[in-house]
């Protein structure tokens, strides 16, 4: 799956927030829905999305339980 669609599907769950020191890129997700948040760090933008996108599954996992 590609980076541009995982991020569409990570918005519709969750705001988003971006930021890069020199070190890395961090990803911010606040749950649209509970108000919780997860941050995700990597020096790849792909990593990154990939991470956010595998809690968001595990998240959605957890609530059709």
């Known amino acids: ?12 769950l969750y705001s988003i927030t971006l930021d890069m020191d020199e070190e890395a890129i961090h990803l911010t997700t606040v749950s649209k829905r509970t108000g919780s948040a997860e941050t995700f760090t ?5 990593v990154v999305i990939g991470k956010a996108f595998s809690h968001m599954l595990k998240q959605i996992k957890l609530e059709n339980l």
């Open 42 to 46: 990597d020096k790849s933008y792909s």
């Open 1 to 12: 799956m590609k980076n541009t669609t995982k991020l569409k599907n990570i918005l519709q």
